[in-house]
């Protein structure tokens, strides 16, 4: 059977061409992405598992249309910046509805299943524990979040002539060939990697946020192919909600002399909220992988610099 992955070669991306070789049904793996976010190493060097092909094509420009057969599709494309979306807005709407509409419009005339990625950023700030069906916790307060809700939509609205899985996935920690470090965790780790202090927003010290490990990505993935469950629901996708405090804690594991400064400025997301997972767990996949080996693994990476 045959994949399509688009953004290929980010953070996420990457990861899925590492392990593709555990989802035994997937014998030819067709990797799409444009460079936008040079990171070109992510194609060296790739595993002889899986037939694999490389494709550097705009998303938002150019048809899927000569790539035949494909049964399933991961839609990783995007830019993703969440905090750096209110100065790129325009373009950010343009790239990522134009990406969406492609691969929906591909899916559709090609009967191929799609897994789509929204994010826990959806929620707005929110004082219970949220979950996926009450319509009303939906309050995006970034232009990234605004358009993954209407990512979301535009699913819902071809729900009858397409089968998909829409995936709300908390921030990301974990490495991968195209790791980004604009994410929280992955961010904190590199500071403290470099010896400088770790910047965060007064309030959100001790406020909840959700995170996913990337195995724990996988495992989604996997857990779809595998079962081919696509049911066009929208599943919340976490390993755990931790606050900033626990995750610091968790890094001065491994750097001791990790500091905190304190800033009026939103260097992440300030919002908490404490996300459910119990959907996802009654489909029957159970997401528990430890944040804190992601972290272990994320400073051993910059291990050879010493302060
Ligand atoms: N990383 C996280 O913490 C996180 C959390 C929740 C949801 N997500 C979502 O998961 C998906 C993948 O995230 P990621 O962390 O791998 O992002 P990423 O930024 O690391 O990778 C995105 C890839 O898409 C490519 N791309 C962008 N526009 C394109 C276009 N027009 N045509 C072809 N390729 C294009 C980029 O070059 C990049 O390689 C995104 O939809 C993101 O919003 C990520």
Redesign the pocket.
């Known amino acids: 059977m045959k994949l399509l992955v ?8 990457s990861f899925i061409i590492e392990k593709v070789a555990k989802i035994k049904r997937i014998k030819e793996v067709i990797l ?6 040079h ?1 070109h190493s992510t194609l060296f060097n790739l595993k002889k598992n899986k037939k694999f092909s490389f494709y550097n ?5 150019t048809s899927l249309k000569k790539f035949k057969k494909v049964e399933y599709l991961i ?7 969440a905090q750096g979306s209110f100065s790129i807005k325009k373009e950010m709407y343009r ?1 990522n509805i ?2 969406m509409k492609n691969v929906i419009n591909y899916c559709i005339k090609n009967k191929s299943k799609l897994i789509h ?5 959806v929620y707005g700030k929110q004082v219970k524990i949220v979950d996926e069906d009450d319509e009303s916790l939906l309050k995006p307060q970034s232009p ?1 979040a605004e358009i ?1 809700l209407q990512e979301e939509k535009m699913l819902k609205k071809n729900k009858n002539k397409i089968k998909f899985m829409s995936f709300r ?4 920690a974990g490495v991968s060939k ?1 790791i ?1 470090f604009h ?1 929280a965790i992955n961010k904190f780790c590199f500071n403290a990697s470099l010896n400088e202090k770790i910047l965060v927003y007064k309030t959100a010290y001790n406020q909840y946020r959700p995170y ?1 490990s990337l195995k724990d990505a996988f495992k989604v993935f996997k857990f779809c192919i595998d079962k081919d469950v696509f049911n066009n629901d929208i599943y919340n996708a976490l390993s755990g909600n931790y606050t900033v405090k626990q995750i610091i804690k968790m890094i001065k594991k491994y750097k001791k002399k990790t500091s905190v400064k304190f800033v009026k400025t939103k260097i992440m997301n300030q919002l908490s909220y404490h996300v459910d997972n119990q959907k996802l767990s009654n489909l029957g996949l159970k997401l528990n992988s430890s944040i804190q080996n992601d972290i272990k693994d994320t400073i051993k990476l910059l291990s050879g610099l010493k302060y």
């Open positions: 688009t953004g290929a070669c980010g953070h996420i991306g799409i992405d444009n460079f936008n976010s990171r094509i705009d998303l938002s420009k839609h990783c494309a995007s830019l993703t910046n790239n134009a990406c990625i929204s994010s826990t950023s990234y993954k996935f908390g921030t990301i195209g980004r994410t996913l």
